[in-house]
């Protein structure tokens, strides 16, 4: 695809587009469907739905009286083999066995926390030496705040094209989560999307910046979350699914309606799984940047203000050591943007919004 993209060939694209198309059709149909449509079973509620996914596959399965013969006797060995007890001797009663008590074998767990803590401490302080020696050989204090101002740049895309995409994709989410047959017919067109390479998409934004004389910084922002906000997308439906119909009944009989109705059932019942599709979507769209700021079709090179067209500028460049500066800044931005901010939204769901 790269090199189509290269040499501007779009009958190449067109046959990545047409393999890739039937590659997400085939394991839609022969892998994700089917375990769904099983995995269905498992749902923990007293109330049925009335509309449970369904498989071909599955169905073509069950009904087979030749392959349900050649199924059988794999099940058989695999419950056996499942029922095999596995006894290990306890660490307790080998001490006790040679005459030794317990505790004077066994050192104290918080002896061996603060020594795997201090190792990985004089670890991580080794390594960030060695780094900033092997950058201080190419890199200034002022290209080091250059690279900052340009990672605030891309978090400031990230952070809205993320808070955007969720105002779009959690509506629909829940709608298609819902409803059974509609998730069936979307679900092939979603993982066709997501697994839709951005790159397929450079020729069409650097024809129409350039065509237009837009501005960079604003247009090839959505490539960073086109790959990306599917994640929003697949959990929110995912969340949806798990609602537990019990809990959809009381809505409508206590007539819980409108706002009321997203705020106190739906949103409460979904944010956990919303919050890390969010996570997911905001990890990949810090890697798409390096790909999505700086976008090239044939000789023709459009490149916005941001960490990620600075990586991939110093590593065509072969600058190595911006190339590292980059990274380490990349990878500090991403690790307190999820302290600050998932880590704290991901343990407030789990401890205060969890429907088990």
Excluded at 108 to 134: C, E, M, N, P, Y
Excluded at 147 to 159: A, M, S
Excluded at 336 to 351: D, G, I, V
Aim: charged share 15%; hydrophobic share 55%.
């Amino acid at each position: 695809l790269a090199t189509a993209i290269g040499e501007r060939n779009l009958s190449a694209i067109g046959w990545v587009i047409l393999a890739m198309t039937v590659v997400i059709l085939a394991y839609d149909q022969l892998m994700f469907r089917p375990l769904v449509a099983w995995a269905d079973k498992f749902r923990m509620e007293f109330t049925s739905s009335g509309n449970e996914p369904s498989s071909w596959l599955l169905d073509l399965i069950r009904r087979t009286h030749l392959i349900h013969r050649l199924l059988v006797p794999a099940g058989w060995i695999l419950a056996k083999a499942a029922r095999v007890p596995i006894k290990l001797p306890s660490l307790q009663g080998a001490l006790e066995n040679v005459g030794l008590p317990l505790r004077a074998k066994v050192p104290s767990t918080r002896v061996g926390d603060i020594a795997w803590g201090t190792v990985v401490l004089l670890v991580t302080v080794f390594v960030v030496w060695k780094v900033v020696s092997f950058v201080s050989t190419g890199v200034t204090w002022g290209e080091v705040g250059h690279v900052f101002l340009l990672g605030f740049f891309t978090l400031l895309r990230v952070v809205v094209l993320i808070a955007i995409a969720s105002v779009i994709w959690v509506p629909v989410g829940v709608l298609i989560g819902l409803r059974p047959a509609l998730a069936e017919k979307m679900q092939p067109l979603a993982q066709f999307l997501a697994a839709f390479p951005a790159n397929l998409l450079f020729p069409v934004f650097v024809v129409v910046i350039v065509r237009w004389n837009l501005n960079p910084d604003i247009w090839l922002s959505p490539l960073i979350v086109l790959g990306t906000q599917w994640y929003i997308l697949f959990n929110v439906i995912a969340g949806a699914s798990a609602y537990p119909n019990d809990y959809r009944e009381a809505a409508t009989n206590f007539q819980i309606r409108g706002w009321q109705w997203w705020k106190n059932c739906m949103l409460p019942g979904i944010f956990p799984y919303y919050i890390t599709g969010a996570i997911t979507a905001s990890g990949g769209a810090w890697n798409a940047s390096i790909v999505a700021e700086a976008v090239s079709w044939g000789k023709t090179e459009v490149v916005a203000h941001g960490l990620g067209a600075y990586i991939a500028q110093t590593t065509a460049a072969g600058d190595y050591p911006k190339i590292i500066l980059g990274i380490a800044v990349m990878s500090l931005f991403v690790t307190l943007f999820n302290r600050l901010l998932w880590r704290p939204l991901y343990a407030y769901a789990e401890a205060k919004l969890r429907l088990d």
